[in-house]
């Protein structure tokens, strides 16, 4: 198993933690060294607010942690690719690198809309791995749709 997938792996079991609450189960985790320094999964639904994504809750921990909004030598592993509010807050927070497991093709940020983490005008850049876990990732988001269209036809 590489770190990247060693990683993807925790950010996926903060998927898992979301899919319980019955949100959408994506999952983030923030890495500095060879360390998670912060965890942080998807509570749209349950703190009633758009603001609470994945990546949006482990940048607000990582910075509490850290005692600074710059994130500059860390590493962003999420299941999902970020929308555009996410892919803003981690440039704004200077992220190092940001690795992917599934993308997303009607919402993501990070290359399949708009690619915001690596756009030259901008006056950072993150370092983008893209499909790290990519089936386990995208088989977690497409069951829980699929569970959720069962429960309204039912």
């Not at 200077?94 to 005008?121: D, Q, T, W």
Request: charged share 30%.
């Amino acid at each position: 198993m590489t770190e990247d997938e060693k990683f993807m792996r925790q950010a996926i079991k903060q998927a898992v933690k979301a899919k319980k609450l019955d949100e959408v189960p994506i999952g983030c985790v923030i890495v500095l060294g060879e360390k998670i320094i912060a965890r942080g999964y998807n509570r749209r639904n349950t703190d009633h607010t758009s603001l609470a994504h994945a990546e949006m809750m482990a940048i607000k921990k990582a910075c509490k942690r850290l005692g600074d909004w710059r994130l500059e030598e860390c590493t962003l592993y999420v299941t999902l690719e970020p929308c555009q509010m996410c892919a803003g807050a981690i440039v704004q927070s200077r992220v190092k690198r940001v690795v992917i497991g599934a993308m997303n093709k009607k919402a993501g940020c990070a290359g399949s809309i708009f690619n915001l983490l690596e756009e030259e005008r901008f006056n950072h850049k993150a370092e983008v791995t893209r499909g790290v876990l990519e089936e386990e990732c995208s088989k977690m988001m497409s069951d829980f749709f699929k569970e959720l269209r069962a429960k309204k036809i039912l």
